[in-house]
């Protein structure tokens, strides 16, 4: 089962910031937070990832608490071409072998315009 | 930008039958992954592979399932005689180590009928 709880639904208008939250409580001290999106029924798309410092890329930043118990993608200046279904994911960064990445549900973003 | 490919984008297959499902992963990736996805459910993981063997895989995995990296850059996956229940999307990813981001292709929509 997916280590992390997301909302299921969200909307946004367009232009506006769109934070998605994501709880991972227990997260471990080697896993990374990362965040995919998936469109339609297309392959999940990379957005970002991080261990416990804030990053920010060219499609978004992301926040993690002091704590690394929850995160927040933020999408700046959404667009109706970010609706889609977004995954919020705990991954090891060390050990172990090449284990899957272990989706949840994701939030479905709707982007109103 | 390098990405992941897969081929075909559909694949129509009577049950009983043998599919093969092909992927390029990226060029200087060493760590090959298949998921699939089950209209309206969630992506699940199925195998990981590295170094011309399994990594690691899901009970999803089963004996009906094999992977194959027949040359220096198509990553296979086939499914010996297929069900009903194999109907899905199945999607490729890549990533150049275990614990680095994984990249994913835009999927084969597979219908077994």
């Known amino acids: 089962d997916a280590k992390t709880t997301q909302p299921p639904s969200m909307d946004c208008a367009e232009g506006r910031a769109a934070n998605l939250p994501c709880n991972h409580s227990t997260i471990s001290g080697n896993e990374y937070v990362y965040w995919y999106r998936q469109i339609h029924s297309q392959g999940p798309q990379y957005i970002i990832h991080g261990l416990k410092n804030n990053e920010t890329n060219e499609m978004a930043s992301l926040i993690i608490t002091e704590d690394r118990k929850s995160s927040t993608l933020i999408l700046p200046h959404a667009t109706l071409r970010d609706t889609a279904v977004y995954y919020c994911?705990?991954?090891?960064?060390?050990?172990?072998?090449?284990?899957?990445?272990?989706f949840g549900k994701g939030t479905h973003l709707i982007i109103q315009p | 930008e390098p990405e992941v490919t897969q081929t075909p984008s559909h694949q129509v297959t009577q049950m009983g039958q043998e599919v093969i499902l092909r992927c390029v992963p990226i060029?200087?990736?060493?760590?090959f992954y298949w998921y699939r996805q089950i209209l309206g459910q969630k992506v699940e993981f199925l195998v990981s592979f590295y170094n011309n063997e399994i990594s690691e895989k899901s009970e999803i995995f089963d004996d009906q399932f094999s992977v194959e990296r027949p040359d220096g850059s198509n990553f296979t996956l086939k499914i010996r005689s297929t069900k009903l229940e194999d109907s899905a999307m199945y999607f490729c990813?890549?990533?150049?180590?275990?614990?680095?981001?994984?990249?994913f292709g835009p999927g084969t929509r597979l219908l077994v009928l």
């Open positions: 060029s200087n990736h060493l760590y």
């Open positions: 990813a890549s990533s150049a180590d275990p614990h680095e981001t994984q990249y």
């Open positions: 994911i705990v991954h090891a960064g060390s050990g172990g072998g090449a284990d899957g990445l272990t």
